[in-house]
């Protein structure tokens, strides 16, 4: 099992940067695939990026490519995703997810993620 723990949420504006950080505790996240998913309100739940066991493998929502950076320290049990020029239409809960059902597979689908944090709000301003 996996608990897992987001910060680094806040208010910004357009074009500014945030670095989120979830730190996960438990055995299994150094074997787990990890991803960022985010929720605006009214709207679905939705895969951000996600990024493998190892770190060698990563994917990006074609909404954030190019802005966004996920990365993983094994060794610290910590994800980040590091978002640079922001936008108003980033605004939304972020949630982090394992999946230990992936691994080397980095998955994109909601319910590819088995544990989820609670979430961390990040509101860009126009």
């Known amino acids: 099992q996996v608990q897992l723990v987001e910060s680094g949420g806040g208010l910004v504006q357009t074009g500014d940067s945030l670095r989120l950080s979830c730190a996960a505790s438990?055995?299994?996240?150094?074997?787990?695939?990890m991803g960022w998913l985010r929720q605006a309100p009214g709207k679905e739940r939705e895969f951000v990026a996600g990024?493998?066991?190892?770190?060698?493998?990563?994917n990006y929502a074609d909404s954030v490519k190019g802005r966004f950076t996920i990365s993983r320290d094994n060794a610290k049990n910590t994800v980040y995703l590091q978002m640079n020029s922001l936008e108003p239409e980033d605004t939304a809960v972020y949630y982090c997810?394992?999946?230990?059902?992936?691994?080397?597979?980095?998955?994109?689908?909601?319910?590819?993620?088995?544990?989820w944090g609670q979430g961390t709000q990040v509101t860009v301003s126009s």
């Open positions: 997810a394992a999946s230990i059902s992936y691994g080397v597979i980095v998955p994109r689908r909601v319910y590819d993620f088995e544990y």
């Open positions: 990024i493998s066991r190892s770190g060698g493998s990563t």
């Open positions: 438990g055995r299994t996240f150094s074997r787990s695939a």
